[in-house]
């Protein structure tokens, strides 16, 4: 699987994410498998993954306690950051 189809899965189920398709937890996870089947990608794209990772988590406590959520910004600065690695990394055929 090219990383471009990794990334457009992801993208994908982002939208599934936010239409209630599927849950947190499954979406937490098919982030982070998604990230590490990229291939020759820095470091960093691993260590920015978690950030998103925990932000998707804690917006997620945030909703389930009944406070005010930041889930539209940490969903908006994952696409964002899908959409950078799709510039930086999607040509590669891997």
């Not at 990794?6 to 599927?22: D, I, P, T, W």
Request: hydrophobic share 35%.
């Amino acid at each position: 699987m090219t990383n471009l189809s990794v990334l457009e899965r992801l993208e994908k189920s982002l939208g599934a994410y936010e239409q209630e398709a599927m849950s947190r937890f499954q979406f937490v996870q098919l982030l982070a498998s998604s990230v590490h089947a990229l291939e020759g990608v820095p470091y960093s794209v691993l260590q920015e993954h978690r950030e998103h990772e925990l932000a998707m988590e804690t917006e997620g406590y945030f909703d389930d306690e009944g406070f005010e959520s930041r889930s539209a910004s940490a969903k908006e600065a994952l696409r964002s950051w899908i959409q950078q690695l799709k510039g930086l990394y999607g040509s590669s055929n891997c």
